[in-house]
T-cell receptor
Framework: DAGVTQSPTHLIKTRGQHVTLRCSPI?????VSWYQQVLGQGPQFIFQ???????GRGNFPDRFSARQFPNYSSELNVNALLLGDSALYLC????????????FGPGTRLTVL | RKEVEQDPGPFNVPEGATVAFNCTYS??????FFWYRQDCRKEPKLLMS???SGNEDGRFTAQLNRASQYISLLIRDSKLSDSATYLC???????????FGAGTTVTVRA
């Protein structure tokens, strides 16, 4: 079975631009979570979606938004990019809303210049 | 205070050595505990869950001390392939997020 997939793998943007990151969960998984990992730190929770509804939000500004589609794939959108948004963005999929086992995708590495 | 704190290391050990490190968590309501492994520029991968009674998976042993709010990981007979960053992760009951520590870097040398 395919694991969690994310696209693109790398992205370079300039300050003020917006970006859309995409994630496809493991087949049969209905929950998708997004994390931001800045170099040298552990991943920080951004959002969780389950059955197309937002079920949790971390301490991130409103410039960050996300959605989940009927096929359970998800998009993370970031507007008005700042230099500090440069990070590895990780998508994690789980069978249900429970976090017992989350499987991470390879991530999208975003660089903001 | 951070939710999860870890000694960043690095722990530099020879092959065959035993290495152990801890992490502490601040929220006594935390219910689930994990160790994830992350290789350089890769995604985190679940290494093992940590149970109250302690558990072992091959050369890896995890312990949980709820009273002192710390979790430990011990690696026996270290292999070169054990070189990675080990992330301590906690989760509260009925919560939707995983809280990660910043990671402990282990380098095993030949």
């Amino acid at each position: 079975d395919a694991g969690v997939t994310q696209s693109p793998t790398h992205l370079i943007k300039t300050r003020g631009q917006h970006v859309t990151l995409r994630c496809s969960p493991i087949s049969g998984h209905k929950s998708v979570s997004w994390y931001q990992q800045v170099l040298g730190q552990g991943p920080q929770f951004i959002f969780q979606y389950y059955e197309k509804e937002e079920r949790g939000r971390g301490n991130f500004p409103d410039r960050f938004s996300a959605r989940q589609f009927p096929n359970y794939s998800s998009e993370l959108n970031v507007n008005a990019l700042l230099l500090g948004d440069s990070a590895l963005y990780l998508c994690a999929s789980s069978l249900t809303i429970s976090t017992d086992t989350q499987y991470f995708g390879p991530g999208t590495r975003l660089t903001v210049l | 205070r951070k939710e999860v704190e870890q000694d960043p290391g690095p722990f530099n050990v020879p092959e065959g050595a035993t290495v152990a490190f801890n992490c502490t968590y601040s929220n006594s309501a935390s219910q689930s505990f994990f160790w994830y492994r992350q290789d350089c520029r890769k995604e985190p991968k679940l290494l093992m869950s940590v149970y109250s009674s302690g558990n072992e998976d091959g050369r890896f042993t995890a312990q949980l001390n709820r009273a002192s709010q710390y979790i430990s990981l011990l690696i026996r007979d270290s292999k070169l392939s054990d070189s990675a960053t080990y992330l301590c992760v906690v989760n509260m009951a009925n919560d939707y997020k995983l809280s990660f520590g910043a990671g402990t870097t282990v380098t095993v040398r030949a």
